[in-house]
């Protein structure tokens, strides 16, 4: 765990089936990778069920390669009476020399869920 990016909470490698036309790894990949991580999280903070709600911000820094190993790091920025704001951070070791490469990051916003599926307060923390 590191101070800055939170816990690691899924480490993954792309498949060849996960290649986009340029040869990258498929944007929405990487999108569905952070938003399981982030629900892992949310799930955690409100001690049930949570849906995504909104993705604040997104930034792709750099493209992800076949091969690359990638870790998804989380942590809560902000929480509000019934929604969780996560910040997520996604690197890549790549190559033989296993070099850390920042790939993307963004805020992803998780509501916590009654058995209904409606908003209910998040537990005091």
């Known amino acids: 765990m590191t101070i800055e990016r939170g816990e690691v909470v899924l480490r993954v490698m792309p498949r060849l089936a996960d290649i986009n036309a340029n040869g990258h790894i498929f944007g929405g990949w990487v999108l569905s990778q952070m938003d399981i991580a982030g629900g892992i999280v949310a799930h955690r903070i409100a001690q049930g069920a949570v849906a995504t709600v909104a993705i604040e911000s997104m930034k792709f ?18 929480r509000g009476r019934t929604s969780v704001a996560i910040r997520i951070d996604v ?9 850390e490469v920042e790939l993307t990051n963004g805020v992803y916003t998780f509501v916590a869920l009654d058995a209904n599926y409606r908003p209910t307060p998040l537990p005091e923390s």
Request: hydrophobic share 50%; proline share 4%.
């Open 61 to 78: 820094i750099t493209p992800i390669l076949l091969g690359d190993v990638v870790s998804i790091y989380a942590r809560e920025e902000r």
């Open 91 to 99: 690197v890549a070791m790549r190559g033989a020399a296993q070099e």
